[in-house]
């Protein structure tokens, strides 16, 4: 066996100064310009006086380029290395290679997607079994692949400073698809749609470096105070219920009269004015070159609508103003910088999640009314300077645990049909779902108590016509259904595994 010295190439990745020789026994293998761009690791029969990985030094291989030629040296590499660095494992028979993702689990699965088909094919199996099988052996396969992708990605994030502190933007870079996304209302009022952008695969990795550097900063600094729980590495909607009522049962445990005021801004992502939240930026202490993604990040996309596989024309999006991509892998966390600094002299107590806000206070007093009264008139010149506003129609005062006791009741007089099918999903949705949101925050001591919120299952459950007679345990038996307080139990020992 020999090597066809004439095919052999060596691909260094990063232009490391001077360019080393290798040989490959008594002949010289040369690296070409177009190959400096990346880092590959080297076979360990070429003789080496470098050690066999190193960090890529972007700022050498970008050096004196363009964005456009940067981009294109990225992306090129980043297919070659794909090619290169993605080994395949040789296979006996006629069947070639089989790439490397391609586990040995997974390879016995599509073994037996093979052999399904061919089952099905000749009648022994139901087409529902083989459709199951395709479908598990599919999800398996984009998995496997999407895992390279990510381990592909690591020298960059790891390097990310040197990389993006090159940054400019490139059309394959700032072109996103937007999907609608119907909330409610009329559908044919455009208003009641979400905009979400659809991005490309550069792009989030793209997303991905820059988001790493902004949380390992943020996390640093501490500059995301406490009473953010909404995008946030360790919170979520039950720390922040938690947290929030923990001092509003505490005052109310003690005879105090509490008001609990929410808040909603007005489409919150898309009115985030962008020279105040550059300006955020450089307050928080990120270094230039991330303020600089952030802003040809945020200016000058192009975007087109896609409905059922139908698209627009290509527009540009107006620079310069407002919004944040909804749908994108970086967006939320500006969002939490930029709002970051509403707690600034609020009296009372201020818990936020994402874009929604509680605000809390006694109001055993007519000192307690103004507190509120004064911080919602802070909240409201804040709103004003960064040229956000509250969505009034939502804010509101809500008054708890009356809610979900008088649903059964409009079940009954709205509803001429008694069947099983009808009532049990009606309950299901509506009514059980106030009752057992949050338990662990909730969740239920006395007795008496217990009872009560147990007597709104047993109104439910004998609304169904035929089961009238029957006691409260064999309507559950007969249903297939567990009490509220097997439930509870069940939801909170199963809370510290889903965390």
Known sequence: MKFNKGKCQVLQLGTNDPMHQYTLGASQLETSFAEKALRVLLDTKLTSNVPSRQRTRWETALRDKGAEQSWQIFKDAINRAQELSITSCKKSGKEGKRPAWMSPDLLVKLKGKKEMHRQWKQGQVSWEEYRDTAWLCRGGVRKAKAQLELNLAKDAKNNKKGFYSHGSQVRSLVTRNIAPIFKKGRKEDPGNYQAVSLTSVPRKVMEQILLEAMLRHMEDREVIQDSQHGFTKGKSCLTNLVAFYDGVTTSVDKGRATDVVYLDFCKAFDTIPHNNLLSKLVRYGFDGWTVQWTRNWL??????????????????????????????????????????????????????????????????????????QKDLDKLEKWAHVKLMRFNKAKGKVLHLAQKANHIPGCIKRSVASRLREVILLLYSALVRSHLEYCVQLWG????????????????????????????????????????????RLWETLLWPFST
Not at 455 to 479: D, F, N, P, W
Not at 480 to 487: P, Q, T
């Open 299 to 372: 200016d000058g996309c192009i975007q087109r609508v896609v409905v059922n596989g139908l698209m627009s024309r290509w527009r540009s999006v107006t620079s310069g103003v407002s919004g944040v991509p909804q749908g994108s892998v970086w967006g939320p966390v500006p969002f939490n910088i930029f709002i970051n600094d509403i707690d600034s002299g609020i009296e009372c107590t201020l818990s936020k999640f994402a874009d929604d806000t509680k605000l809390s206070g006694v109001v055993d007093t007519p000192e307690g009314w103004d507190a509120i």
């Open 444 to 487: 239920l001591q006395h007795r008496k108590d217990m009872d009560l919120v147990e007597q709104v299952q047993r109104r439910a459950t004998k609304m169904i016509r035929g089961l009238e007679h029957l006691s409260y345990e064999e309507r559950l038996r007969e249903l297939g259904l567990f009490s509220l307080e097997k439930r």
